[in-house]
DNA sequence: ACGGTGCATGTGAACGGTCACATTGGGCTT
DNA sequence: AAGCCCAATGTGACCGTTCACATGCACCGT
């Protein structure tokens, strides 16, 4: 007969409780190593789930616990660098904890989309949340969401005390400063788009730094991110040619701009420098290899999570966390003005 | 008195069924929007659900059902662009049919790291896993393992029935009789760390489409997919410069070849033709754009949740599945021999 | 010898859903 | 009008863990 009961079902507290000849309630005790249990009795337990490859079932400590131990993270183009990054570094710190992550991938910025993806995370009984997710809609659908668990925003501008950020500021100024000491007058900045947190803090950056040193400013140029929009934004501007330096919002429109340059039969950095934004990896070898500015992302991930399992975010009270500080690569992109 | 007992806790389907004046079973059919109720009572439990904000729990029906609706993904260098896509995709999927995924980043490729992170996975009561992780070790690890969830391997050669894949021999071939049909004979190979399946597979490719053609070959490099390594190579390989074409097992080292040849004071492609492999977003851009071998990593993850969830991978008696077609982009980065 | 103390362990009831089965009542057949 | 069926709903058990509390027992001081 086929009918034994324990056949199918995979081992329970109660069934390495049976073959250990102790209460479900002393296993129960092993799992969360307990102190008061005599060693002998531990090491008894111990065994027998060995030999019955005893897994504790997570649903049900789950449920009596209601703690998930589920952090969920929330991501608009997850596939690029510096995201991917935050996620990868994330993962492995809330795994380190044992926190398990839930990453879900927005497909758009409108509300639904959000809600959906938040939806979903909240199903699933997250514990915290980690928002990568930099275009200002989504941010403040976030704060006026008032959500019922901890989050953190990375890549904002850290004026919330949600906010964990990379001084977008500080790096643009950072990037501006380089080409001003250069002897740059005439410089443009090609931006990221306009509802972006990030993006819109590297423009107030470089505008600062620009009027802080008396050079007249031109209009910022909104681009998408792409490499392909660099590569049409600078053909667009090399028809003028009215300028000796762009600093571009990321690596990837550098590297557009950079095509645009030689495409028109100038070079990189002789008749114009450019300078970029992330330190993507392969921006050293880029040709030339690309002056940027250094974000780390991964040590972003690392903050949100610490962040998060201090328990200090939901609250609200709290002083807005620290800035990570970006760093200037000098590589061959930028050269000093010919005159 | 704040000793209100409900005033903590979640609502229940029991708190609900209360107020709809139902039974919680019934509460429990709207859930499941089973058959054989009376719209008006259906409504009714509807309305008290959304009084109440209700969530079903997620614990206390995985106990039951004994299902978790999550899928596991184990993946090595989780920010590289392929991979992330491929995650990306995979999430997407995986949502729209209800599943919730769980990635875990790999620390190393040694066992160790391997079964960590497919535990930290088991205990997470997935139903399925999707590993990109395309080393062989890891590869042979999780066939050895005789795994209890069904498992799709992404990105290896496409001989078992758990592994998906582009087919990289395929490419790999389009990739060299490019070359060939250039007029090119001296062609190296740089290829990819000697224990990545694809890195194999694409140099298998390489030396088959060579030799088919009778043109000779020499020991293929190799390389650790970096730029930094491309870049590298290519200053030891020029040393010697007994080739006119470089076939890069993927797009980053080609970018490091790119970037030697041109500090060598030569010009691509000129001098030297180089084509790279997988089609990264930023390749055409490159200085020239780069001929490369696009890859739809997307594809690969969501033909990956089809799989999984068609639930055909678990017993192993399955034909293997289609490989998808690579497909070969050419740009400015090869060109005839010049004689 | 006795009650108190504290350690090691056991007992039964939650947790919040679903499952299998029981119950109700209205409409149809005969 | 009796009997039957089926749709709509209710009842109680169960999933595998932890929690709160109970029990047993050795050891201690007096």
Do not use: C
């Amino acid at each position: 007969m086929d009918s034994d009961p324990t056949r199918n079902r995979a081992p329970s507290i109660r069934d390495v409780a049976r073959l250990a000849g102790v209460s479900h309630q002393t296993v129960s005790r092993v799992l969360n190593n307990s102190t008061s249990l005599r060693e002998e009795t531990k090491q008894r337990v111990q065994q027998v789930m060995d030999e019955l490859q005893y897994r504790p079932n997570r649903a049900a400590r789950m449920l009596v616990t209601s703690r998930s131990r589920t952090i969920g993270v929330i991501s608009a183009s997850g596939y690029q660098y510096g995201p991917a990054s935050s996620i990868t570094a994330i993962e492995q710190a809330a795994r380190a904890e044992g926190y398990f992550v839930n990453t879900v991938n927005l497909d758009g910025s409108d509300r639904e989309s959000i809600e959906k993806a938040l939806n979903h995370l909240l199903d699933q009984a997250i514990e915290g949340l980690v928002v990568i997710a930099p275009q200002v809609r989504v941010f403040n659908a976030f704060t006026e969401m008032k959500l019922s668990v901890p989050f953190v925003t990375l890549q904002s501008t850290g004026t919330s005390d949600h906010a964990l950020s990379v001084d977008q500021i500080a790096g643009a100024r950072l990037a501006t400063r380089h080409l001003i000491e250069l002897g740059h007058r005439n410089i443009y900045h090609l931006a990221g788009p306009q509802d972006w947190i990030e993006a819109e803090a590297r423009m107030h950056g470089f505008l600062t730094e620009m009027s802080e040193n008396d050079v007249a400013t031109t209009a910022p140029i909104l681009g998408d991110w792409t490499a392909e929009f660099g590569y049409f934004a600078g053909r667009e501007l090399l028809r003028v040619r009215d300028f000796t330096a762009i600093f571009s919002s990321n690596d990837q429109m550098a590297l557009g701009l950079i095509h645009a340059v030689r495409d028109a039969g100038l070079d990189v950095p002789g008749d114009v420098s450019i300078i970029g934004f992330d330190d993507i990896p392969e921006a050293r070898h880029f040709w030339p290899p690309l002056t940027t500015v250094r974000q780390d992302f991964a040590e972003l991930g690392r903050r949100a999570i610490a962040l998060l399992l201090s328990g200090g975010v939901s609250a609200g009270d709290h002083a807005a966390p620290e800035l990570i500080v970006p760093e200037l690569i000098v590589r061959g992109s930028t050269r000093a003005v010919s005159r």
